[in-house]
């Protein structure tokens, strides 16, 4: 599932290249992708109107449009959201787009059909959003923060990271590198750590994050293709068996909360 650093990427490369568009119409070629919403009811309240701005929130890809109308996505799985040259060429994996007033579309293409697209006044949009964590890159992510948040959970570390209601956008990906980089057990109750290490966590955090953007923008080069930590540098995730980079123990995998967490028995302790 794509995390903060390729949602981030998206939104930059369609707000470069959409702001200021007219959406002549919009089509939903497959109704499940607007759920609970009908279908209609998007593409009625998208047509007509222009893109103001697009920005991220967390894991959601949001496109401000005029008459205080937001359009919400989130990509799941393997959905990605960019635009065409021509709206009436369209990939056969395109789940919903929409036709710009100057012949170009907006694809959502998304092989497995997971991604969703709701349309929202801004008022509710807002109030949706509000639901999530903190952003990890905004000036509000300190680390007093950090230690507040953390105060308040006995959680693995791991777990934590991944919850959304405290920390929004993070993943397995990159909480797995952002602890490793802090040198912390990802099983470690995040109560129990010490304010000395989840200041170190945050620089982790916030370190991790910037160095995956860059990656992700320059990765997504090409329209509708991109992958997870493509050109990002990993120490853990996926890695089990190999060495540690730096302690040359070898990288171990556990389960947490369904999901595999990789780790470094010698440097995260």
Known sequence: MPELPEVEAVSRRLREKAKGAEIRRARVLRPRTTYPQPASKVQRLAAGRTIETVERRGKHILIYLSGGVVLACHLR????????????????????YLELADGRGIVLDDRRALGVVNAFPLAQAQTLMNKLGIEPLSAEFTPGR????????????KVFLMDQRFISGLGNIYSAEALYRARIHPATPT?????????????AIVDVLNDAVKSAYIAYERPGQFREAERFPLAVYGREGDRCPVCHRRIRRLTQAGRSTYYCPGCQR
């Open 77 to 96: 799985m393997t959905g990605n959201l960019y635009v065409i040259p021509d709206a009436g060429t369209r990939p056969l994996s395109t789940r919903l």
């Open 146 to 157: 950090l230690i507040e948040l953390a105060a308040r959970s006995k959680m693995p570390a």
């Open 191 to 203: 109560n129990q750590i010490r304010p000395a290490r989840l200041c170190r966590l945050h620089a």
